[in-house]
Each structure stands twice: as C-alpha cells, then as structure tokens.
C-alpha cells in the first residue's frame, strides 16, 4: 500500500473465499476511515461464517483497509477521517473518468453483454494501472492506498465499503436503480444516492457501469451489467461490538443470497420497516450557536415538528438570560447520525435527519 519515511512497509490483509465460479464476485472492505473499526468485526463474523458454507462467487474481504487511517491515534481518540498531511478525506481519492464511455458503447453497439463486461473491467483496471505504476509524477499517500484497493474492487460484481457514522444509527447507501436491493440488508434506513461521483469507493465502482448503461440506454439498447456497489454504516465509531457484527454479517449474507452468491436460504432480511430518502433530502443540521449539547432524538424514529432535537447548555447566559436553548425543525424528520462530542462550535454539523422520507415497500 505504501511505505512509511522509516522505510516500514504499509500492508493490508486480504482474505479470499473461492466460489464455484457460477456466481457474482465479491469485493469488501472495513475501516477507510479510522475511527470506523466495528467492519472489521463484521469481516470477522463473515470468514466464520462462511466456514462451513458453499461459494457460487469468490469474496474478497479487505480489513483495516487503511492502514495509516486506523492507526492515526490522539490522546485516546482515533482520528483517521482526513490524510493528516494534505487534509483530504480518505474516502474521496479513488478514480473515475467517463470521457471515454460514450465512445465504448458506441463501438460496442452490437457487443454480446459477457464480452462488454470483460472488455469494459479491462479498460477500468488498466486506468488504474496505468495510475499506479506508469505515473512519473506520483501519488498521494491516499491516491497510492485508494487505487491500490479500487484495483481489488474492479475485479467485482458487488461492492460492499463498512463505514460507520459519529453515533449513529445503521444506514445504507444505495445507487437509485438498486434499491429492491436495499430490502435484503437488515438496515431501517437507505439514501437513494443519483449517478454523480464525488470520490467514494461505491461511486467509483457503480458509477462507470451506470453511466455506461445510460449510453448504451440513448442508443435505445437496455443492458443490465448485475453490478452493483454500497455504503454500509454500521452504527458508531470507535466501538467493537461482535454480538452485533454476526448480525449485521447475517445481514450481508442475507443480500447475498439474494444476489445468488450463494444458496443457503438460512440467511433471509428480517421484518422490519424500511424507510428511505433521497440525497438531496438527507439533511446536515449545523448547531446555530457554540456550547454544550445535550442530545434528545432518538434515532430512527420520526420526529414530530417541533420537537427539540438537542439543546444546548450555555452556562455563561446562566443568571443573565437563558442557559438552556431548544433547537427544533419546523418539519417530521428522522434522526439517522449525531456529532460524536458533546461540546461544539456554531456551525458544527450536529446531526444529520431524513426529510421527506418514504417507506420502502
Ligand atoms: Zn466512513
């Protein structure tokens, strides 16, 4: 992955189960961000899992698979969200250029789909390669890890990145044309994300076939590639939770079967209300003032207008004016991730709610 100025190498482990080679390939990786280690517990429970159990596709499982993010501690915190020395997201710095995909259908037209297929993962692997190893001018630190591990991710059919949030509760990122997908993972919440890249490893991976399906779709030729790539938020950060990494494995497992990796029909979604909303209506709500926040939504659960989503302690107004501040929407919202520090500056994100959310049926 890289080398450190001592020389020490930068490695990352990677797992690989072989399927029997009739079933969709597998990519998943834990821990970009640093402080996000509850993947990796997710990982854990997967290899146990699949112990036992019969392979139609091959899965690759990729843990801490940031190792400068996951050891970038502070006092007793773990950093690990932002490369320390150019201050760019991790999770922003993977690759993807589409200036080539309209001309690709247009000399494929007639392409049988196996053949696009092959020939189109060629083309994105070779760009990656091409910025690994044949680029006199270098990398980043986090271009070098990001390219290193989207090479893995090309050579599937299903993209899984584990996240978590600050607190928060699990949610799903999910492109709009998979969201039957979004009802076999056992996770109450999906933003329905549109076909733009913004530097993610899902964008990076589902984007380059969306956007080849859309030209082949203006030719007038529907193609469907079975690709599909997701964000997973696993709950909080900085939090190890094995009990509940077997479930949210058995939930991946759920998916899976569904998407014929494998057959054991043990692993079905659960019951349970899906809600979802669109990108564009999943909301950040920044604190209007500094001070001490005392946090009072529940997560997942619709709350009414009105309603204090947290209030804020401000003991230099105590005796002279109002120390305890209310902070309310005008609109039913759910609550889906909070600021992970109970003291914030005016301006911090403080939580992040869906607005005009839907259920998934
Ligand atoms: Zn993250």
């Known amino acids: 992955m890289g080398e450190l100025a001592s020389g020490a190498a930068l490695t990352v482990p990677v797992y690989r189960i072989k399927g029997n080679g009739t079933g969709p390939n597998v990519y998943i990786q834990a821990n970009m961000h640093g402080a996000e280690v509850q993947g990796n517990a997710v990982i854990f429970q997967l290899l146990e899992l699949l112990r036992d159990t019969q392979l139609k596709g091959d899965i690759t499982l990729v843990p801490y698979a940031n190792p400068v993010g996951c050891n970038h501690k502070n006092g007793e915190y773990t950093l690990g969200r932002f490369d320390p020395i150019t201050g760019v997201n991790w999770n922003r710095m993977y690759h993807f250029d589409d200036s080539y995909i309209e001309q690709f259908a247009q000399q494929n037209h007639a392409t049988d789909v196996e053949k696009i297929k092959h020939q189109f993962q060629q083309r994105m ?3 990656i390669e091409q910025k690994l190893e044949h680029n006199q001018f270098g990398l980043t630190t986090g271009q070098r890890i990001a390219y290193q591990l989207q090479y893995m991710a090309h050579q599937a059919d299903i993209v899984l990145d584990l996240h978590t949030g600050p607190i928060s509760s699990k949610h799903l990122y999910c492109p709009e044309y998979a969201v039957e997908s979004a009802k076999y993972f056992d996770i109450p919440h999906t933003i329905l994300i549109p076909n733009s890249f913004a530097g993610a490893m899902d964008e990076a991976t589902f984007c380059p076939w969306w956007t080849l399906t859309d030209a082949f779709a203006a030719q007038g030729r529907a193609v ?12 909080s950060q900085e939090l190890i939770d094995l009990e509940v990494a077997k479930e949210d494995a058995k939930s991946i497992l759920s998916y899976l079967r569904y998407k014929s990796v494998l ?3 043990q692993y079905q979604p659960s019951n349970m209300t899906r809600y979802a909303c669109w990108l564009k209506d999943y909301k950040a709500f920044y604190s209007p003032m500094g001070g001490m926040v005392d946090y009072l939504a529940e997560f997942g659960q619709p709350l009414p207008p009105g309603e204090p989503l947290a209030r804020i302690l401000r003991m230099d107004n105590y005796g002279d004016g109002d120390p305890l501040h209310y902070l309310t929407l005008d609109k039913t919202v759910i609550p889906i991730l909070h600021f992970a520090s109970a003291s914030v500056n005016q301006g911090t994100e403080l939580y992040k709610v869906f607005t005009e959310y839907f259920e998934l049926q």
């Open 263 to 265: 057959t054991d029909e």
């Open 125 to 127: 692997l070779q760009a």
């Open 224 to 235: 469907n590639f079975e690709k599909e790539s997701f964000t997973v938020e696993l709950g």
